[in-house]
C-alpha cells in the first residue's frame, strides 16, 4: 500500500528538479535562524523548465540551530560503530508518530485518513542505495518540521554536547542513547536524508524536507497522498549492509520487538511481542522483563530491578516498573522526565505521566495501564481523577515495599541503588507527606557506630538505643575524618552514644524536614540544649576544690573572651561536654537550624549567620596557659591575640574562610613568639 503511494507521488519530472536542488541550495545565502527563511531568489532559481521551476521557487533554505550542526558533526565524522542504532530510532519514532494519531483518532474523528490502517513500512531500494522507513503516524506540518528536526528542545542540549564531544567513542553511543537524539543519528550512515511528511490534521499539506547533514536543510511543498511520514536515507558507499533484508531484520529483532505496531519489511510482516504488561506475571520469566526494559529505554544493560503490579478491584490496572542500573542525571544534564507512560488499553494517553509517581521518583521507568482510565481524559484532568489516585496510592505503597524489600534482603542490591537514586530520596522527603515515614526509612547513613564505608538505616540505629538515649543525634562535616575530629562528638564517645554522620549536605536538609522519625526526634550534637550530664565529672567537680577554684578561673577568662569578641558571639561559657579540645562553638536556639546554615553558607559564603556560643574546656592545657595569662594580665595584647585567633579556628573549621587577611598575620605573629620561646627553651637546656 504504502509503496504503491510512493510510486505515484513521484513523477519522473520531479524527480529531475529535484536532483538539481541542491546545488540551488548551496549557492543560497546562509541565514542567521531557522525562523527566518531565504527565498529562493528568481535570478537564482533562473525561468527554465515549468515543473522544476515550480519545485525551486517552493523551496525554503533553513540553518540548523548551531547545536543541532555541533551534533550532526560529531554524528557524521567520529561515530563508526553500532551505525544500526538509527534504525531503531527512526522506528521508535514512527511509532511515537502512531502513538499520538492513534490517541487523536479516538478522540476527534475529524483527521487525516481517518481509516488508514497504523503501520510501518520499511523497504529498500538497492539501485538508489536508498533505505526507506513510512508510517502513517501523526506527521509534521511545516512548522513543526522547522521545530522538531531543525532544533534540539532538551534544555541540558549545550552540556550534553560538550560531554558528547569529550568523551570516548564507545561511550558516545552510550550518552546519545542516554539523551536521545534519535533522528540525526540517521546521518551517521545517509549522506543525504529526505523526510516528506504530511500532518494528521484536517486539509494539511505535504512537505519535504531535505539535508546533506552539513549546516542547512531545505523546506519544499510536496504533494503527499497520505498522512504520515516517510524517511529516505541515502546511504553512504560504505553503509550497504543496511540494504540487505536480513540485516534490517535481525536489527529489528534486536532492538524492536515490542512495537505495538504491525512492521512490514519488504512487505514481508515481521512478528512482534505482546505488551508485557498485559500478560499474567506467572507466564513472564526474568529475561522477558529484561528484554522490555531495554526496548523500553533504549538500553543496552538490565534493570536493577522490576515491579510487576496487577489489580482488579478497586481499579483495574497493570503496571511494569523498573529501577535501572544508570542514573542519567549523573551525566550533569537537567533533571529527566517522569519515568512512567499512561496507557488505556494499550494505548498510549500520556508519555512521561507526572501525575503517577512523585516527582523524586522519575528515575523508576515503565507503563502504567488502565482499562478504568477513559481515552479522553485531558492533561489537566489527569491529576484531578479519582481513579488515578487511587493507582497513584496503590503504586506508591508497592514502591516502597519493593524498595525496603530489597534493602533488607539483598543489601548489595540496594546499595547499587543507593549510590545512584540516593540524592532523589532526600530531594523527595518535604514533598513526602503520606508516605514520610517509608520513605525515611530507605535512608542510609554513616555512623560513629559503623566502619567507615559502611551505612546504617534509621531502624538499626534506634535497635541500638539504649538507656535514656532517646533521641537520633547527628553531626555534620565535609568528610568522615573532619566528622571524626568534632570536638563537640567527645562526650557522645565517651557516654558510647551513636550519632549520625551527614558527609552529604542533602543529609541535614533531608532530617530539618523530617523532624523525628518513629516519633524520635532528629537533634545536632551542637544544639545548644543538649545535656549529656557527666554525673562523674558533677561528682568528682563538688570533691575536687582545686578543680573548683580552676572552674572560678576560667569563669573569669570567659567573661574577657566575651568583651574580646564583642558582638561577633552571643556567649562564652564553661562547657561541660568537652573532654580534651579547647572549644567548641555551639548554636545559639534562636539562629537557623545548624544543617540549614550549612547549606547557606555551601552557597554563599558572606552569608549572614547565627551567632554562636563559644563553650571553652578548662581542662584542656591551652585554654589553661591562656588562663594563666589572664591571671598575670587580664586583657593583655598577648591573650587578646590568643583569643581571637582560638575562635578564628572555630570559625574556619565550619568552612569559613572570612578575614583570612587578618588571620594569617596574626598566626605568623604567634608562630613568631612560639619560635622565640623555644629557642629560649633550648638555650636553657
Ligand atoms: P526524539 O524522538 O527523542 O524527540 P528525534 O530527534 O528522534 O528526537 O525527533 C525529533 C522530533 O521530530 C520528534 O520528537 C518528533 O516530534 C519529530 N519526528 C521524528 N520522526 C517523526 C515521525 N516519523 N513522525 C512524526 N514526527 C516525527
Not at 504530511?198 to 546533506?212: A, D, E, N, Q, V
Not at 522527603?429 to 520513605?439: A, G, K, S, Y
Not at 567507615?452 to 539504649?466: A, N, P, S, W
Not at 594580665?633 to 578564628?648: F, G, I, R, W
Request: with cysteine.
Amino acid at each position: 500500500m504504502v509503496k504503491e503511494k510512493d510510486k505515484k507521488e513521484k513523477p519522473e519530472s520531479q524527480k529531475a528538479a529535484k536532483e538539481e536542488k541542491p546545488k540551488q541550495a548551496k549557492a543560497a545565502k546562509k541565514t542567521g535562524k531557522a525562523e527566518a527563511p531565504v527565498e529562493e531568489t528568481p535570478e537564482k532559481t533562473g525561468k527554465v523548465e515549468e515543473t522544476e521551476a515550480l519545485v525551486e521557487t517552493n523551496a525554503e533554505k533553513f540553518e540548523f540551530q548551531s547545536e543541532v550542526q555541533q551534533l550532526l558533526h560529531i554524528l557524521v565524522y567520529s561515530l563508526y560503530q553500532h551505525k544500526e542504532v538509527f534504525v531503531r530510532e527512526l522506528i521508535s519514532n514512527a511509532v511515537d508518530a502512531l502513538n499520538k494519531v492513534q490517541f487523536e483518532s479516538l478522540l476527534n474523528s475529524d483527521i487525516e485518513d481517518k481509516d488508514l490502517d497504523f503501520r510501518i513500512d520499511i523497504t529498500m531500494d538497492k539501485d538508489k542505495k536508498k533505505f526507506i522507513i513510512e508510517d502513517t503516524g501523526i506527521g509534521m506540518t511545516k512548522e513543526e518540521l522547522i521545530e522538531n528536526i531543525g532544533t534540539i528542545a532538551h534544555s541540558g542540549t549545550v552540556e550534553f554536547i560538550k560531554r558528547l564531544s569529550e568523551s570516548e567513542n564507545a561511550d558516545k553511543m552510550n550518552l546519545i542513547g542516554q539523551f536521545g537524539v534519535g533522528f540525526y543519528s540517521s546521518f551517521m550512515a545517509a549522506d543525504e536524508i529526505h523526510v516528506h511528511t504530511r500532518s494528521y490534521k484536517k486539509g494539511s499539506k505535504g512537505y519535504l524536507w531535505k539535508s546533506k547533514g552539513d549546516n542547512n536543510y531545505t523546506i519544499e511543498e510536496k504533494g503527499k497522498k497520505h498522512r504520515g511520514t516517510r524517511i529516505e536515507l541515502f546511504l553512504k558507499e560504505d553503509e550497504k549492509e543496511f540494504l540487505e533484508k536480513y540485516r534490517i531484520k535481525s536489527i529489528i529483532g534486536t532492538h524492536s520487538k515490542f512495537v505495538p505496531f504491525p512492521i512490514y519489511l519488504e512487505s514481508e510482516k515481521i512478528d512482534s511481542k505482546e505488551a508485557i504488561w498485559t500478560q499474567p506475571k506467572s507466564q513472564l520469566k526474568e529475561k522477558d522483563y529484561n528484554e522490555f526494559f531495554r526496548f523500553f529505554l533504549n538500553a543496552t544493560d538490565d534493570p536493577e530491578t522490576y515491579l510487576h503490579l496487577s489489580s482488579d478491584a478497586p481499579v483495574q490496572f497493570n503496571a511494569v516498573m523498573y529501577v535501572p542500573k544508570v542514573n542519567s542525571e549523573i551525566y550533569g544534564w537537567v533533571k529527566s522526565d517522569p519515568g512512567l507512560d499512561l496507557y488505556s488499553r494499550k494505548i498510549l494517553i500520556q508519555k512521561a505521566c507526572r501525575d503517577i509517581l512523585p516527582e523524586y521518583f522519575r528515575f523508576i521507568k515503565g507503563v502504567v495501564d488502565s482499562e478504568d482510565i477513559p481515552l479522553n481524559i485531558s492533561r489537566e484532568t489527569i491529576q484531578s481523577n479519582i481513579r488515578i489516585e487511587k493507582i497513584k496510592k496503590f503504586i506508591l505503597k508497592k514502591v516502597f515495599d519493593h524498595l525496603n524489600d530489597i534493602k533488607s534482603k539483598d543489601m548489595d542490591k540496594y546499595l547499587n541503588i543507593w549510590k545512584n537514586f540516593q540524592r532523589n530520596f532526600k530531594e523527595g522527603v518535604p514533598n513526602e507527606f503520606e508516605f514520610r515515614e517509608q520513605l525515611a526509612s530507605l535512608l542510609l547513613f554513616y555512623s560513629s557506630k559503623t566502619p567507615e564505608d559502611k551505612y546504617t538505616d534509621l531502624d538499626q540505629y534506634i535497635g541500638r538505643m539504649t538507656g535514656d538515649h532517646y533521641e537520633i543525634y547527628y553531626v555534620m562535616g565535609a568528610n568522615y575524618d573532619a566528622i571524626e575530629k568534632n570536638p563537640a562528638l567527645e562526650a557522645f564517645k565517651k557516654k558510647d552514644i551513636e550519632v549520625l554522620y551527614f558527609i552529604d549536605p542533602m543529609d541535614a536538609w533531608a532530617v530539618d524536614h523530617l523532624q523525628t522519625y518513629k516519633g524520635k526526634m532528629f537533634r545536632p550534637v551542637e544544639a545548644a540544649d543538649i545535656k549529656l550530664d557527666d554525673e562523674e565529672t558533677e561528682k568528682k567537680k563538688q570533691e575536687d576544690e582545686k578543680e573548683k577554684e580552676q572552674f572560678k578561673d576560667a569563669e573569669s577568662l570567659a567573661t574577657c573572651l566575651k568583651t574580646i569578641y564583642g558582638s561577633r558571639i552571643e556567649d562564652v561559657k564553661i562547657s561541660q561536654r568537652l573532654v580534651d579540645s579547647p572549644c567548641v562553638l555551639i548554636s545559639s536556639k534562636s539562629g537557623p537550624s545548624p544543617q540549614l546554615e550549612r547549606i547557606m553558607r555551601l552557597q554563599n559564603q558572606k552569608a549572614d549567620f547565627s551567632k554562636k556560643v563559644l563553650e571553652i574546656n578548662p581542662k584542656n592545657k591551652l585554654i589553661q596557659e591562656m588562663i594563666r595569662i589572664h591571671k598575670v594580665n587580664p586583657v593583655s595584647q598577648e591573650l587578646k591575640t590568643l583569643a581571637l585567633q582560638l575562635l578564628d579556628n572555630m570559625i574556619l573549621r565550619e568552612g569559613v574562610i572570612e578575614e583570612i587577611d587578618y588571620i594569617v598575620p596574626r598566626i605568623q605573629d604567634i608562630m613568631y613568639e612560639a619560635a622565640k620561646s623555644f629557642l629560649k627553651e633550648e638555650t636553657k637546656e
